[in-house]
Each structure stands twice: as structure tokens, then as C-alpha cells.
């Protein structure tokens, strides 16, 4: 496998339902994001991690839980969601933290009924 | 007013045409301006950036910068049904990437 992959690529859940998006980084970098992407949206930035650490937390509702325990990994964890919060989740790496030059995954396109 | 403002689009031309794709901000102190490419099903993936006001040029693609009119483009030259796909600006600033929301480009054979 090579650059940023996500699993599943694709997850229908109920509003009482927990589940979790899975995010691996082939790249080596030390930095890794979490974005929703809504139609006819600009990307929102979730949040952020620097070698593990969260750097960045953009008032995300506390629904979403996110945890990184390694640099190549990255989960986003969902519970008592939204119907708003359907969208396609991307993750993204960089070689260094918040930098300009981010690798995307082919995202979690998320449909909560 | 948004920071960065884009035209969702659709934009529709025939292949061959040179292609125009245009963004403006807000925020004159931001830093490094990147063009993003998203295919259907698929994640965004980096095109080029620049840092400077004046052209790149990469291949086919160029990319503008006009700080003082605070305008940025993306041209491509000798367009093909291959470039057909939503195109995002974005700007690097305070350690943040600033996202447009897209244009969808069609290149019709």
C-alpha cells in the first residue's frame, strides 16, 4: 500500500450507532488531519496531530473523538451522530506539522439516517 | 465574507480550450497558495503552489498570483477529458490551509 489510505470507503450508520473511521499514512510524515468535506463546502479542518499529540481542535462536537497511537495511524471515533453530519471524512499527512504540502486519503463518504 | 471566495461551477468547455480557474481572498497577509485537484470518489491531491505574486508554470498547468488584486488562477493549456475534475484553491496562513469550496470542471471530448 502506498500514500494515505481509509477504511471503509463508504458506512451508513444510525444515530445511536458507534463506529470508527481508520486512517494509515505510508509516507513517513510526522503530521496527520482530519477534515470534513460537505458538498459545495470548503473543507473544514477537524483536527490536527503532531507526532501523536492532537495540536488542533476546531470546536468539533464532542461526537467526535479522535485518537492517533502512532504516527502512521489515525482513527476517528463516532458516536450519536447527526444527520448533518453526513459528509465525506478525509484524512490527510504532511511531512511536518500543519505544513502546506498534505497528502489525501480517498476518504469516508458517511451517511447518518 | 468568506476568506476564500471560488465559482462552484459547473464550468463546461471543449477539450483543447485553455482552461481558466480563478479564486480570490480576503486576507493580504496570507502566505503560500496551492491548487488543489479532486477526482470523483477521490481525495484532493496537490497540483502545485506558489508563493510569490507572477507565474509557475508545471507541464500544462500555471498557476497566478496577484497579491495586490489578492486574485489567484489556474490556467491549463491543451485541456483533456482526463482534467475533468473539481479544482480547490487553498491558502496556507498561520499554519492552516483556508479551502475554497471548488470549482467542477467538465472537458467535453
Known amino acids: 500500500e502506498t500514500g494515505v489510505t481509509q477504511t471503509p470507503r463508504h458506512l451508513v450508520m444510525g444515530m445511536t450507532n458507534k463506529k470508527s473511521l481508520k486512517c494509515e499514512q505510508h509516507?513517513?510524515?510526522?503530521?496527520m488531519y482530519w477534515y470534513k468535506q460537505s458538498a459545495k463546502k470548503p473543507l473544514e479542518l477537524m483536527f490536527v496531530?503532531?507526532?501523536?499529540?492532537?495540536?488542533e481542535n476546531n470546536s468539533v462536537p464532542s461526537r467526535f473523538s479522535p485518537e492517533c497511537p502512532n504516527s502512521s495511524h489515525l482513527f476517528l471515533h463516532l458516536h450519536t451522530l447527526q444527520p448533518e453530519d453526513s459528509a465525506l471524512y478525509l484524512c490527510?499527512?504532511?511531512?511536518?506539522?500543519?505544513?502546506?504540502?498534505?497528502?489525501f486519503g480517498p476518504g469516508t463518504r458517511l451517511t447518518v439516517t | 465574507q468568506k476568506e476564500v471566495e471560488q465559482d462552484p461551477g459547473p464550468l463546461s468547455v471543449p477539450e483543447g480550450a485553455i482552461v481558466s480557474l480563478n479564486c480570490t481572498y480576503s486576507?493580504?497577509?496570507?502566505?503560500?497558495f496551492m491548487w488543489y485537484r479532486q477526482y470523483s470518489r477521490k481525495g484532493p491531491e496537490l497540483l502545485m503552489y506558489?508563493?510569490s505574486s507572477g507565474n509557475k508554470e508545471d507541464g500544462r498547468f500555471t498557476a497566478q498570483v496577484d497579491k495586490s488584486s489578492k486574485y489567484i488562477s489556474l490556467f491549463i493549456r491543451d485541456s483533456q477529458p482526463s482534467d475533468s475534475a473539481t479544482y480547490l484553491c487553498?491558502?496556507?496562513?498561520?499554519?492552516?490551509?483556508?479551502w475554497g469550496a471548488g470549482t467542477k470542471l467538465i472537458i467535453k471530448p
Open positions: 487553498a491558502i496556507w496562513s498561520n499554519y492552516q490551509l483556508i
Open positions: 496531530y503532531s507526532l501523536e499529540e492532537r495540536v
Open positions: 486576507n493580504s497577509a496570507f502566505q503560500y
Open positions: 506558489t508563493y
Open positions: 509516507l513517513g510524515h510526522n503530521a
Open positions: 490527510a499527512s504532511s511531512e511536518r506539522t500543519s505544513g502546506n504540502e498534505q497528502y
